[in-house]
């Protein structure tokens, strides 16, 4: 099974805007506190609105690449936290393709901000060779095993200035390489659809093939029992036993013991049958002559009864003479001119 590539998630307490004075992308000039700064950590509410990571400045926030879950406010500096940040692009912003980033709020009073007595993020671009409005920002840091570095961002008010084209091209590769990932993702997903319908099945199948043996075994276990009634070998009333004793042997280890100067390995099963096999027989099935005397006349005679008929007259004479049952069998069916 193919290893995981290990996750690259985006460094909390990404710095992407400060207090002091700043230009956006319209040319206009806004001046900010640290208490304006404070004042948007503090109304930012994902379930109001949540910001997007997006590639440039797009008009609607599409694509989102990751959210912003939380911002929060040290020394005049506006920190955000993300979540949800797609593998592939966080690979990128570590590879250094999104060097700058710009953050783009709704002003107090527009008809989309959720707090409109303040500024409200509304989304955080990241840029390729195109500046941000604020200058100076830090790239992201990347701390393997250690806290999470911080990056500085540049202010920028809502935009209307479309993407260039290397943004456009990178944001395209970005959507590709996801695409890539989506496709590898369904094709594991039907070939271990596949695997289980197939593990299923075979599943299926090897109990199928498991209850017809037992079923088989059971047949063969009963013929030789009959067989060895009929041969005079058993006792109609001993059938059941036999079977039972056939099928609680067929799984038992084989037995070895010797034989003068040589060793002999048996399975249990098949010295039982055989000891039945060879036996004498235990009585002499036959009929009685039509009309004839004696206690044998009484009985009725063997011929065209059933093991059963025969067992319950042998026991009815075993009761009445006070013999044993191999006796009253025996008397049952024994021929008598």
């Known amino acids: 099974m193919p290893k995981t590539a290990p996750t690259v998630a985006l460094p909390e307490g990404v710095e992407i805007f400060r207090a002091g ?4 992308d319209s040319g206009t000039t806004h001046e900010f506190s640290e208490a304006d700064v404070q004042r948007m950590a503090a109304v930012y509410d994902p379930a109001k609105r949540e910001a997007p990571l997006t590639v440039g400045h797009p008009e609607h926030n599409l694509p989102a690449y990751g959210w912003v879950k939380g911002l929060r406010a040290e020394s005049g500096r506006l920190l955000m936290d993300t979540h ?3 593998p592939q692009f966080a690979e990128m912003v570590r590879a250094g393709r999104f060097k700058k980033r710009s953050a783009s709020f709704y002003p107090p009073g527009h008809p989309n901000n959720p707090v409109s007595g303040a500024w409200y993020l509304r989304h955080v671009a990241n840029l390729g060779a195109q500046p941000p409005a604020i200058a100076g920002l830090a790239d992201i840091q990347f701390s393997e095993g250690e806290a999470a570095g911080l990056v500085q961002f540049s202010e920028a008010t809502p935009s209307t200035n479309q993407p260039s084209q290397e943004q456009d091209d990178m944001s395209k590769e970005l959507q590709d390489k996801l695409d890539a990932v989506q496709r590898e993702r369904d094709e594991l997903k039907t070939a271990r659809e596949k695997a289980e319908r197939e593990r299923d099945e075979a599943k299926t199948q090897v109990t199928s093939f498991a209850e017809q043996q037992k079923k088989d075994r059971h047949a063969t276990y009963v013929s030789f029992a009959e067989t060895q009634i009929k041969a005079g070998k058993l006792l109609p009333k001993d059938k059941d036993m036999a079977v039972a004793t056939q099928a609680a042997l067929a799984d038992a280890e084989a037995v070895s013991f010797s034989e003068g100067d040589t060793t002999r390995k048996v399975a249990p099963l098949q010295w039982l049958q055989s000891l039945i096999a060879d036996a004498k027989p235990v009585v ?12 044998g006349a009484e009985a009725g005679g063997a011929k065209g009864k059933s093991d059963a008929e025969i067992d319950k007259a042998a026991q009815a004479y075993m009761r009445e ?5 191999s006796e009253a069998v025996s008397h049952v069916t024994s021929f008598t001119s």
């Open 21 to 24: 004075r700043h230009t956006d």
């Open 284 to 295: 002499s099935f036959g009929e009685f002559a039509p009309g004839g005397g004696g206690e």
């Open 321 to 325: 003479k006070k013999v044993s049952y």
């Open 84 to 86: 949800q940040v797609e």
